[in-house]
Structure formats: structure tokens, C-alpha cells
Antibody, heavy 116, light 107 residues
């Protein structure tokens, strides 16, 4: 069964860049869309964006101007970079695999706090 | 963006209860709706896809129905392990959007 593990710094300063990595194990990374989803305290989930193993990306317009996703199939890793973060970007960030139009595998999430 | 309005936001329940959670879309999403279960500190888990199809391994006490803009998740005879937050998700149109979640609490 595929497993996803998010990693990255738990604290980022305002205006700086948030960088996260999702590592895939126990299954293939190929031919799927890999997604980043976040949840702020007291709020619902927010889909941030996705990347296919071909490199095709789709981003949520709410963050598109600040977001870059990349994929390294040899390392089985998906990366997220978000520039110019603010306190509003404080959230638990999840990576998730999209398979047959549903998020069938998720990581446990990583908390990112934006604070000076 | 398609707004997914989920209700209730929280529910006090007892073991054995029948639980109904609703999700309303701001526009017609046909049957492009999934339901997830999320327990604290764990990875969310898909329960139902395409409105009414049970994901492999999910107990049959979970069911989904609806179409267009109104959808429901039903848990018949709630079990202790069902205490969690449940949320819907539409995949009709990017960006994918989610309901705010329904948190079940034991009475």
C-alpha cells in the first residue's frame, strides 16, 4: 500500500519561502496526479494544486502566483514551494494521490506555522 | 469556485445512532462528489466516491446518495471507531473544493 510522508520546516518567517517535500513509498509514483492540500485551524480543507508525473500542473488561483510544484520521479518525491508567505498560510499541509478522481492516499500532514 | 456547504458542523452522537450529514454544492456537480473520514493525527481516508460507491474495505454501514447539488452521507448504527470528522469534496471543476467538515462527538 502506498505511503506518503510530508517533510519540511515547521516554522517559516513572514515574506519568506515555504518549502515542503512529499516522499512516496510502497508504490509507483508514475502516472498519477500528486496533490497538495492544506487545512488551517478551524477551517475546511483547501486544495492548493497538483502535478502529474509528466510535469503537468494545475494550481488553485488563490495561491497560483506564489506557488511552484515539482516532481522527481527517481527520488519519488513531490515538492512544493510557496513564496511570500503570510500568517494566512499557517496550516497543516497534506500531500495526496489522486486516483480515479478521488484522493485515495494521503500523508499524515505537516504543520507549518508562519511567524516571526 | 464551487462552494460546498456542509451541515451540521458538529454533531453529538451515541453508539448505534443513525447519522446523516449533508453537503450542498453552489452549482450542479452531477455525481462528482466524494466523502472522506479524518481522525486526529491520522491521514484522511476516502469512504465513498462518485456519490454512492463504497471504497474497498469501508464498512457497509456507510452509504451516500444525492445528485446535482444535494448530497448526503449516512452512517447506520454508529460504531465507536466512527468518531471522526467527515468532509465532502467536489471534483467537477478545478479548483477542487471541500465542505467545512462535520465533527462527530460522543454524547
Amino acid at each position: 500500500q502506498v505511503q506518503l510522508q510530508e517533510s519540511g520546516p515547521g516554522l517559516v518567517k513572514p515574506s519568506e519561502t515555504l518549502s515542503l517535500t512529499c516522499t512516496v513509498s510502497g508504490g509507483s509514483i508514475s502516472s498519477f496526479y500528486w496533490n497538495w492540500i492544506r487545512q488551517s485551524a478551524g477551517k475546511g480543507m483547501e486544495w492548493i494544486g497538483r502535478i502529474h508525473t509528466t510535469g503537468n500542473t494545475n494550481y488553485n488561483p488563490s495561491v497560483e502566483s506564489r506557488l511552484t510544484m515539482s516532481i522527481d520521479t527517481s527520488k519519488k518525491q513531490i515538492s512544493l514551494k510557496m513564496i511570500s508567505v503570510t500568517a494566512a498560510d499557517t496550516a497543516v499541509y497534506y500531500c495526496a494521490r489522486l486516483h480515479a478522481y478521488r484522493f485515495d492516499s494521503w500523508g499524515h500532514g505537516t504543520l507549518v506555522t508562519v511567524s516571526a | 469556485d464551487i462552494l460546498m456547504t456542509q451541515s451540521p458542523s458538529s454533531l453529538s452522537v451515541s453508539v448505534g445512532d443513525r447519522v446523516i450529514i449533508t453537503c450542498q454544492a453552489s452549482q450542479d456537480i452531477s455525481n462528482y462528489l466524494n466523502w472522506y473520514q479524518h481522525k486526529p493525527g491520522k491521514a484522511p481516508k476516502v469512504l465513498i466516491y462518485d456519490v454512492s460507491n463504497l471504497e474497498a474495505g469501508v464498512p457497509s454501514r456507510f452509504s451516500g446518495s444525492g445528485s446535482g447539488t444535494h448530497f448526503t452521507l449516512t452512517i447506520t448504527s454508529l460504531q465507536p471507531e466512527d468518531i471522526a470528522t467527515y468532509f465532502c469534496e467536489q471534483y467537477d471543476t478545478l479548483p477542487f473544493t471541500f465542505g467545512q467538515g462535520t465533527r462527530l462527538e460522543i454524547k
